[in-house]
């Protein structure tokens, strides 16, 4: 059974590892490039698993199985006064190995509950590329409607990809959504 927790700065190691497996083994589901992440030194991974007073909103959430990381979701406030009332929901990954055992739910779960404690928060939004239909589905059975696509967003070896944008009003209850 896998253990559902927000990250600390002590899990910066085995976080930044893993943010570089996904972004390798995963090049058009995430923005990110592994080229860009392998250029970070560790104290960026520490930094962003330090709670910071001036965005309440920002968090990361881990899956352990003995122990070990195997999947991570993360929020991003946005602070402006007339935004802060949303989030967006950033690097969904659950690692092959542990893939398909209801992880990656449980992870969005977490979020989802954590987020709708904090009373300026309103709404999460988040983007997936087009075609990753696993991510989508999950997405829609966690409550998230697509509002509308970007198409080109993102260059992956010089191919163009769409995104899928993506959103969820923390305080309704829409049927089906288990999350
Ligand atoms: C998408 C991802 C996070 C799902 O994690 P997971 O732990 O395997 O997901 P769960 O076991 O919680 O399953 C959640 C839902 O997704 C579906 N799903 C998961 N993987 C799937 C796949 N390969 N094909 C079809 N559906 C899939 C499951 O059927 C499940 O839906 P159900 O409960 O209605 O059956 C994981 O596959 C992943 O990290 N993929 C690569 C990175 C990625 O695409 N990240 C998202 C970026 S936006």
């Not at 009332?85 to 509950?113: D, E, I, K, W």
Request: overall charge neutral.
């Amino acid at each position: 059974m896998a253990d559902i927790r927000l990250l600390v700065p002590a899990d910066a190691a085995a976080y930044a590892t893993l943010r570089l497996q996904a972004f390798e083994q995963h090049p058009q589901a995430f923005t990110s490039s592994a080229e860009e992440e392998a250029q970070k030194p560790l104290s960026w991974s520490v930094q962003r698993l330090t709670p910071d007073p001036s965005k309440p909103h920002d968090a990361f959430w881990g899956a352990f199985e003995a122990g070990d990381l195997v999947g991570m979701v993360g929020l991003h406030g946005r602070y402006r006064p007339k935004e802060q009332h949303n989030a967006t929901v950033v690097g969904m990954y659950v690692a092959q190995t542990a893939s398909h055992r209801g992880l990656g739910r449980a992870l969005l779960q977490a979020l989802l509950a954590q987020a709708r404690q904090w009373p300026t928060l309103e709404q999460v939004d988040l983007t997936v590329t087009a075609g990753n239909l696993s991510a989508q589905h999950l997405y829609e059975t966690c409550g998230f409607k697509v509002y509308g696509v970007l198409p080109h967003a993102v260059k992956v070896n010089g191919q163009d990809h769409a995104k899928v944008l993506m959103v969820r009003r923390l305080h309704d209850t829409p049927t089906q959504a288990r999350g």
